[in-house]
């Protein structure tokens, strides 16, 4: 019976190996790594994290960044990848009714001092039938995208109070908000094309 039990555990294992091309690495249940095994692309993500709930909306904001994406030929290539090192940052609103963003910048106040990242590009999401995303009761899907550089990222990750301005919309972040942003943060600085040269340097 304990070598049947054996071999069961085994033959999973293979085929847990055999049948996904990720490797995944998770840190905790809120940032998602990931290594596909045969592009050697990674991929790091910041689950959905809640800015603003209220009964007639909710806005949630997401992080994603990829490396390993190009191939590197040269110091060229290399010194191109670090400068584009950045983290797509996806904020969605669901609401009842029409919602006025007004100029859709992206600011945030870091223990007093102040980051512009700039204006959001976004799009309100129109399904031919039922949005299979929107929570029940709401009818408006908006969905606005931006970037953070790693030293951006640090300030924010680092801050002990950090506000954040949307448009029209102002909010704080709470302390699991920033501890997950911190994780994410340094699973970023790990795969970044950055502290790889780091590494290489005598």
């Known amino acids: 019976m304990r070598c049947m039990l054996i071999l069961v555990c085994a033959l999973l294992s293979v ?8 490797v995944w690495s998770q840190q905790n249940d809120q940032v998602e790594v990931k290594t596909d095994r045969f592009s050697e692309v990674t991929t790091i993500k910041l689950k959905p994290q809640t800015i603003l709930d209220t009964p007639d909306q909710i806005i949630t904001m997401s992080l994603e960044a990829k490396f390993g994406d190009k191939k590197i030929r040269d ?4 010194t191109s990848e ?23 910048q992206l600011h945030f106040i ?4 102040r980051i512009k990242v700039g204006e959001s590009a976004g799009t309100l999401l129109k399904f031919p039938g039922k949005d299979p995303s929107l ?13 953070l550089n790693l030293a951006q990222m ?10 954040m301005r949307f448009g029209t919309y102002e909010s704080v972040l709470s302390t699991t908000v920033l501890g997950n942003l911190r994780e994410f943060v340094r699973e970023f600085t790990k795969y970044a094309p950055s502290s790889k040269l780091k590494e290489r340097r005598p």
């Open 15 to 22: 085929s847990f190996v055999v049948g996904g091309p990720f």
């Open 75 to 78: 110091e060229v290539d290399r």
């Open 82 to 104: 670090i400068l584009r090192e950045r983290a797509f940052v996806k904020l969605e609103s669901q609401s009842k009714g029409s919602v006025d963003f007004g100029d859709k």
């Open 110 to 113: 870091v223990d007093g001092k």
């Open 135 to 147: 929570k029940p009761g709401f009818k408006n899907r908006d969905v606005f995208t931006n970037g």
């Open 154 to 163: 640090k300030q924010i990750a680092n801050g002990n109070r950090v506000e």
